[in-house]
């Protein structure tokens, strides 16, 4: 049975950084593309950052392009965001995704393009309140 877990949530003040993590069980972690979505109350599933299984290749949003970064211990079947200058519109669920299947894919392409959010194993969220 296959398990995606974020944890590293919270509330922070703008200006302020968070590392959120990822815990994937249940399946070959470095066989998997991983991303980090987010949604905020009104508006679109966004495609924050995504890394191919080797973390070779990574692909950002360009709202969070310069701010966050995306990386991956396969070791530890552990992904993670390092989020730093948070800004108030940064505020979201933050959800962990896995998939084996758009692995061949540029990051770009599961993230934001024609393959946008063809995960198939999705965290159940984590809140990021970020405050003026």
């Known amino acids: 049975q296959v398990q995606v877990v974020e944890s590293g949530g919270g509330l922070v003040q703008a200006g302020g950084s968070l590392r959120l993590s990822c815990t994937a069980s249940?399946?070959?972690?470095?066989?998997?593309?991983m991303g980090w979505f987010r949604q905020a109350p009104g508006k679109e599933h966004e495609g924050v950052s995504c890394i191919s299984w080797s973390g070779g290749s990574t692909y950002y949003a360009d709202s969070v392009k310069g701010r966050f970064t995306i990386s991956r211990d396969n070791a530890k079947n552990t992904l993670y965001l390092q989020m730093n200058s948070l800004k108030p519109e940064d505020t979201a669920m933050y959800y962990c995704?896995?998939?084996?299947?758009?692995?061949?894919?540029?990051?770009?392409?599961?993230?934001?393009?024609?393959?946008?959010?063809?995960?198939?194993?999705w965290g159940q969220g984590t809140q990021v309140t970020v405050s003026s």
């Open positions: 249940g399946l070959t972690f470095d066989d998997y593309a």
């Open positions: 995704a896995a998939d084996s299947q758009v692995s061949f894919l540029p990051p770009y392409d599961y993230c934001s393009g024609r393959a946008r959010g063809d995960f198939g194993y």
